[in-house]
């Protein structure tokens, strides 16, 4: 009976040792690149489609065109009020023509005939007002005439004055501040009216453009996505019990799906928050192991290979 329990217990001494030293020679995932996402800028019909799915796009080509009716009359409006703008900026500058200002002159003339005459009207009503001749309501009447005589010739003599001082500074600083409320607004229409031409951003390959002409989007929907031609990089799931050999900086071997042999990568960054095996790496003995999202970069000759091939790094 002894001897019958002491073979149990080496025999199970055995298999967890066996299960302790067992460790997986693999990470498992796939060829990545970069992916540009492309939202619409407004609620918009699209007039033109130019390019297709899986078409290699160099920077700045067209994708896509939005309809610009409404953006090209709100780029003209603005056009017009900073031309506003600038047009009265300019008359403050330039000051008065001589055509106003001599304008200006013969009012404060005419004026001043006036209040003389005004003037020379009230003595004789005070005149005769003495001598009984004249009611004092005409008096009344006389002194009012004066008085307005009076107040319009200060009127147009403070025009004249101002048309002969010129424009006051903060007059100036009023004008120029509309110019560039003006210029500002402008510019923000040009920029909407601008990406309504959806463009590649840098070399990219059109990896998913569901749309056609005569669809209409709203403003924040998926117009296009975008691959980067660059150099792919390994996503894959590092084991978390790896981490102790394997940091960023570190050289791998990568095995890709289709070729004949290794290249070499190095890691670039690992997540330091655990994730559960993914779905292509589960098996009964895996599914508790965690494991931590790892990017490799990869060399040049990599270059051309496409995008989503499988990918497994040797593990020291």
Known sequence: MNCHRLLSALLI????NGCQQ??????????????????????????????????TLKAGELVLQLDTTSADARVQQRTAELQQ???????????????????????????????????????????????????????DSAKARQQAAAATLHQYQDQLDELLNGTRPEQLQQ???????????????????????????????????????????????????????????VRVYLPQEQLASLKPGSQVQVQIEGQTSPVTGVIRS????PAFTPY????????????????????????DLPTGLGAAVLLP
């Open 85 to 139: 703008a600038q047009a009265a900026l300019a008359e403050l500058q330039a000051g008065a023509r001589s055509e106003t200002i001599a304008a200006a002159r013969a009012r404060v003339q005419g004026a001043t005939a006036t209040l003389t005459e005004s003037n020379q009207q009230l003595k004789r009503s005070e005149s005769l007002l003495a001598k009984n001749m004249l009611g004092q309501a005409e008096l």
């Open 270 to 273: 690992i997540r330091a928050q």
């Open 13 to 16: 001494l055995l298999l967890l």
């Open 175 to 233: 004008a120029i501040a509309a110019v560039d409320a003006a210029q500002a607004r402008l510019t923000i229409e040009q920029k909407s009216l601008a990406d309504l031409s959806i463009k590649a951003p840098v070399d990219t390959t059109l990896d998913i453009l569901p749309w056609r002409p005569g669809d209409r989007v709203s403003a924040g929907t998926l117009l296009v996505s975008l691959l980067e031609t660059e150099i792919p990089w």
């Open 280 to 303: 292509f790496g589960l098996n009964e003995r895996d599914r508790a192991r965690l494991m931590h999202l790892t990017d490799i970069d990869l060399g040049p000759e990599t270059r």
């Open 22 to 55: 067992e460790r997986p020679n693999q990470a498992l995932g796939t060829l990545e690149r970069n992916r540009i996402s492309i939202t619409s800028p407004a609620s918009e019909t699209i007039v033109q489609v130019a390019a297709q799915e899986g078409q």
